[in-house]
């Protein structure tokens, strides 16, 4: 198979310019460079610029979130093109807390995929369920009405290049995992998905697990077949914790 393992960092809301170059520091102390896993940090978008110019070789910049339009009166919003002048190559859509707390709809999520593609930046499209939907058997009804809103706008050539992120609401910064083999088995049914919209293409999709993975229970979950590394949020801020997620990424 020639799908890529990546693990990527989403730093959320956190960090100041001091503070971000102790992270990164830090994780230049460390020996990336043995692990064939692609790397990504996504660091808060004022400090887009600062994180690039002092990121480790290893590394590619991502953005947490980015606007769907491409410029004009959308105050606050940044667009895909001024996120690619400052380096980003990868961009979160879709991350829970922003359909929760920002109202994201999945076609605002599919827009914003486009978007990022258009200026040839690999969206992160993070999909998942609540705790309720989960409880109520609809995890994979809620999962692809996720994943069908952003098909409906792509072609079948731009489908192919995005990357999936699987996080159960209920498991982002809760502490709470999914188990390897809950986790897997939402992910097979996202790749045969894919499979049917796009035929063998689908194998080589990166299909990343989040929610409260740690350096304790990554290579479990890495160790699935469909789990093709993480999205690392609370753990992604300690360069020990996060180098040993990225080791169990390979
Ligand atoms: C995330 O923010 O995407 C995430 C998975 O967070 P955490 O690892 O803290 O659960």
Not at 26 to 42: G, M, P, Y
Request: glycine residues 10%.
């Amino acid at each position: 198979m020639g799908r890529q393992a990546m693990v990527a960092g989403n730093w959320k809301m956190n960090g100041l310019p001091q503070n971000n170059s102790e992270l990164l520091k830090a994780l230049a102390q460390k020996d990336f460079a043995q692990l064939s896993c692609a790397l990504v940090v996504c660091p808060p978008t004022v400090f887009l610029s600062q994180v690039g110019n002092e990121l480790p070789a290893e590394f590619k910049l991502g953005a947490q979130n980015v606007s769907a339009q491409a410029q004009g009166a959308h105050t606050g919003e940044v667009s895909a093109d001024m996120l690619k002048s400052v380096g980003c190559e990868y961009g979160l859509v879709g991350h829970s807390e922003r359909r929760q707390m920002h109202h994201e709809s999945n076609s605002d999520v599919a827009e914003k995929t486009l978007a990022l593609l258009q200026q040839g930046i690999t969206p992160i499209v993070c999909v998942g369920e609540t705790l309720s939907e989960r409880e109520a058997d609809a995890t994979m009804t809620v999962v692809l009405q996720q994943l069908k809103a952003v098909a409906r706008v792509l072609s079948t050539e731009q489908l192919a290049k995005i990357i999936v992120a699987y996080e159960p609401v209920w498991a982002i910064g809760t502490g709470m995992t999914a188990t390897p083999e809950q986790a897997q088995q939402v992910h097979a049914s996202i790749r045969g998905w894919l499979r049917e919209q796009i035929g063998e293409q689908s194998d080589n999709i990166t299909i990343l697990y989040g929610g409260s993975v740690k350096g304790s229970n990554a290579a479990e979950l890495f160790a699935q077949e469909d789990i093709d590394g993480g999205l690392i949020g609370g753990a992604s801020l300690n360069a020990d914790e996060f180098f040993q997620i990225c080791q169990a990424a390979g």
